[in-house]
């Protein structure tokens, strides 16, 4: 049974950092792309970012580029999304998703499978 487990959210400053992880079960992890995602009130599911499959390249939507990076480490089965100056418009559910993805093609949104439950993340002074 395929299982995501976010982890890692909470309220922090502006400015401030967060890394999230996304521990991962029932599936040969390093196989599948882990994607993630976040939706803030109101709004639609934004994509963020990914690791693709087989080589964990990772790959980022634009919004975030530069202030969030992904990592994946395999002997743990766990990705992560580091997060960086954060601002208040972060402040959304953060998801990680799965599916199998080679490349870029870990940024085709539409095509996960498998979800977690989601972590909140609050940034506010």
């Known amino acids: 049974q395929v299982q995501l487990r976010e982890s890692g959210g909470g309220l922090v400053q502006p400015g401030e950092s967060l890394r999230l992880s996304c521990a991962a079960s029932?599936?040969?992890?390093?196989?599948?792309?882990i994607g993630w995602f976040r939706q803030a009130p109101g709004k639609e599911r934004e994509g963020l970012g990914c690791?693709?499959?087989?080589?964990?390249?990772?790959y980022y939507a634009d919004s975030v580029k530069g202030r969030f990076t992904i990592s994946r480490d395999n002997d743990v089965d766990t990705v992560y999304l580091q997060m960086n100056s954060l601002k208040p418009e972060d402040t959304a559910i953060y998801y990680c998703?799965?599916?199998?993805?080679?490349?870029?093609?870990?940024?085709?949104?539409?095509?996960?499978?498998?979800w977690g439950q989601g972590t909140q993340v609050t940034v506010a002074a």
């Open positions: 998703a799965t599916a199998f993805l080679p490349g870029s093609r870990c940024l085709s949104w539409d095509e996960y499978r498998w």
């Open positions: 029932g599936f040969t992890f390093d196989y599948y792309a």
């Open positions: 690791s693709s499959s087989y080589d964990g390249s990772e």
